[in-house]
């Protein structure tokens, strides 16, 4: 691929169903499964329904595969959220760092021209080949 | 058989003189069938006992509709009813938004191929590996779990417990780990809106997000298919959003009076 995949939407709960259809296009061209690709789309989801953690009407999901992971950015943030909870993640609570540590491989906070945004990544590993009962 | 004769008498008492007594007595006979037929379905996200209501409905309506006449016995006239009934409950009722029948039943066909695919591939399968198995593109397979996220899990929100019958459904059912359980997830209790789930959500919750078992290690343990397991975790981490803002709308509306 040669650049990311961009997506602007109202942050709106229909719209999110287009992002995670375009995340399963993506994640079907490079042989994630099923659990794989659940994860990403959750946590994806659970940024974008948390009016806490974007900033404005609008939010921007980009999508890209490189250096064999699928990464997800979103942006530009709402303040300091993000970074906060990304920073309490083996604390007893139930809250964006935990989901999003088990979820993905890699979740941190990236600062652009605009702001601050969210990257999200997870690994492309290669897909054990199926049994010979499957071929 | 004595309670053949039982049920013709009853039948006629109802349908000759109108003895509604007649009729409550076999509904009650007819209830662990009700049961029965209900347990099969159980798995498809819906609580034992709604799915025993909704059977009971097809069960009146096939003593309401019964022909002595006919020569047939009550069980065989009654099954489909109870069954019908309850497909038709699924096919209306079990999705919150309208969604193609086509699509539903791709996505009811995917569940079942995804456990299937567990085992035989040892892993998750792909995309590409699921659309194969359905004999659909990559498209459909992805559409039609997207459409799955409109299926309403009508029971999620009923509180977990409460049914003392033995024999469970393992949906029903969590099992003897579940005071183990209650133990080890008291710190997961604390965290903010979990309080909104019942026990089953809960112990989902804690198996993935604090123990790290998968989707399909969780539907092993508990005994649901993956995608329900899936269903049921995103449908509890919408629920804690929804008392979390609960929780703060108060809170945020009395600080902005300040």
Known sequence: MTGPIELRIPNERPYHGVVRLVVGGLAARHDLSYEMLEDLQLA?????ESDTYTA????????????????LCVGPLHGDT????????????LGLGRLLGTLVEDARVETRDDGEWLRLAKQVRGVKPARAANA | MPEEKNDKELLRRYHERGDTEARERLIEQYLP?????????????????DLVQVG?????????????????????????NIIGEIKRHFRDKGWSIRVPRGLQELNVRLSH???ELTVQLERSPTI???AKAAGVDEEDVLEALESGQAYATLSLSAPGGGDDDSDLDPLESLGTLEHEYEVSEDRAVLAPGLAALDERERRILHLRFFEGL??????QQIGISQMHVSRLIRRSLEKMRDEIVTEEEPRRASESRR
């Open chain 1, 44 to 48: 994806l989801v659970t940024v974008l």
């Open chain 1, 56 to 71: 404005g009407a609008e939010v921007v999901v980009e999508l890209e595969v490189s250096d064999g992971a699928i990464a």
């Open chain 1, 82 to 93: 993000v970074r906060e909870e990304l920073g309490s993640a083996d604390g007893d609570a």
């Open chain 2, 33 to 49: 069938l009700v049961r029965s037929l209900a347990r099969r379905y159980s798995y498809r996200g819906e609580q034992l006992e």
């Open chain 2, 56 to 80: 009971c409905i097809g069960l009146i309506k096939a003593i309401d509709r019964f022909d002595i006449d006919r020569g047939v016995e009550l069980t065989t006239y009654a099954t489909p």
């Open chain 2, 113 to 115: 191929l995804l456990e």
């Open chain 2, 128 to 130: 590409p590996e699921l």
């Open chain 2, 214 to 219: 998968t989707q399909s290690q969780i539907a």
